[in-house]
């Protein structure tokens, strides 16, 4: 919703809340009833005069905090509609101030901020907005403005390619994102050494060409919204360091033989070109990078109480599909050995990964199908229910018995079928 140039956000008018005077026969709750009656009648300085009498006398009530809140949203509404931006803003600060979670509150005051040109503050309320209520399409337009703004237009096509394949409906929208989609083609000649973005510092040898560290930040971005929104809202604050490396370089640095696509060690190191310095393929590249990314945000989450089928599993879960031919490969690991013991997935050390390689496949293989089915089976929001459980717990198999009634010998059953429905 643009309106010369300007962003307003507008309020869906609020009902507020009436107390019946035969449950409170308060001072507190005649106050509110009367702040609501002003309300009601669009005179919101009365109805805030009216509703902070009331929280003084009863700071503790939720329906009084909420009334107030949605009476200051809505004079900051009319003001900014006047253009008078600074009133509204100190106005909706009083909301924040009430409640610091208060999500359109945030979202309002990065509209304010933004139409005042003060980038860096808008940025940081539309951000926690965002996080506050990851999906909301006007706010995720709205941040993508404020980046594009601060000239940083890559996380800003991240925001509105994310608005887009939503709601693909919003013209104007798609105007602006093909204009700056146009202009950065043209900007990348002035600047070569692009090597940041809104929440990645990247580092890399001089052969890694241009093409691939932007291609490279921009699955970067990505990757931080979608898989920080499937996992329940997690953004790390950053900025996240991330090293490129060509094959024989990142062999170099990590050692742990040619099968490892990379590695999250506090820093996501990945190769993206091989020897010969030609570039990876940007499917493989992009596989490497949301796998790595996992571990980010699975850090983040639970730190080192994450037994590694999980953070594995997951990592390849959400990095590709568990196409027919991982299926038959496992299945042979099956009808070989059988599963391995689930007990024996929790911890697995540098040791253990050269010890067997086939194991060690079989090993991602079976995690990788595990959390599959969990994930397609029970859906998104028991899985977050089983990572706040291993949080708590101090036993793997315990947490997966409180949330999904399983245990290990279960998960296995339940496993086999999955591979062999
Ligand atoms: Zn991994």
Not at 29 to 39: C, D, H, K, S, T
Not at 265 to 274: F, L, S, Y
Not at 380 to 407: C, M, P, T, W
Request: glycine content about 4%; hydrophobic content about 40%; overall charge neutral.
């Amino acid at each position: 919703m643009i309106k010369n140039s300007y962003y307003s956000i507008s309020i869906v008018c609020i009902f507020l809340l009436l107390v019946p005077f035969y449950i409170f026969a308060s001072e507190s709750m005649e106050l509110n009833n009367q702040g609501v009656e002003a309300y009601n009648l669009k005179d919101y300085e009365r109805a805030i005069f009216l509703l902070s009498q009331a929280m003084t006398l009863n700071p503790d009530s939720e329906v009084i905090k909420n009334n107030l809140s949605n009476a200051l949203q809505a004079l900051a509404d009319e003001e900014s509609k006047k253009n008078n931006f600074k009133k509204a803003v100190d106005i909706v600060d009083k909301a924040i101030k009430i409640n610091p979670n208060n999500f359109f509150a945030h979202l309002q005051k990065g509209a304010f901020l933004l139409n005042m040109g003060h980038l860096m503050d808008a940025i940081r309320h539309l951000e926690i907005a965002v996080k506050l209520k990851p999906g909301y399409l006007d706010a995720h337009e709205l941040l993508g403005e404020a980046y594009y703004r601060d000239n940083d237009i890559l996380s800003a096509r991240t925001q509105w390619e994310y608005v887009l394949q939503i709601d693909p409906n919003r013209k104007q929208l798609k105007e602006r994102y093909d204009k700056a989609c146009r202009e950065e083609v043209v900007e990348s000649s002035f600047n070569k050494t692009v090597s940041q973005s809104r929440h990645f510092n990247l580092t890399y040898p001089k052969e890694v060409t241009y093409q691939i560290r932007s291609y490279v930040l921009s699955v970067l971005e990505r990757a931080y919204l979608e898989i920080g929104r499937k996992l329940g809202g997690v953004f790390p604050s950053g900025p996240i360091q991330v090293i490129l490396y060509d094959t024989q370089q990142f062999g170099a640095v990590v050692q742990m033989g040619q099968t490892v696509g990379g590695v999250y060690d506090g820093k996501i190191r990945i190769p993206v070109m091989n020897e010969k310095g030609e570039g990876l393929s940007d499917e493989e590249i992009k596989r490497r990078i949301y796998h790595e990314y996992v571990h980010v945000v699975v850090f983040e989450l639970l730190k080192d109480k994450v037994p590694w089928w999980v953070n594995e599993g997951l990592a390849e879960t959400f990095s590709k599909e568990f196409s027919s031919r991982e299926r038959t490969m496992l299945e042979q690991f099956i009808n070989n050995k059988g599963l391995i013991p689930y007990n024996n997935l929790e911890k697995i050390s540098i040791k253990d990964m050269f010890a067997s390689e086939t194991k060690m496949s079989q090993a991602y293989l079976q995690s990788h199908a595990t959390i599959n089915m969990l994930w397609s089976k029970y859906g998104q929001g028991r899985f977050l229910n089983f990572i706040q459980a291993l949080k708590r717990s101090e036993n793997v198999e315990d947490a997966l018995r409180n949330v999904y009634h399983l245990d290990y010998a279960s998960l296995s059953k339940g496993v086999i079928q999955f591979i062999q429905r």
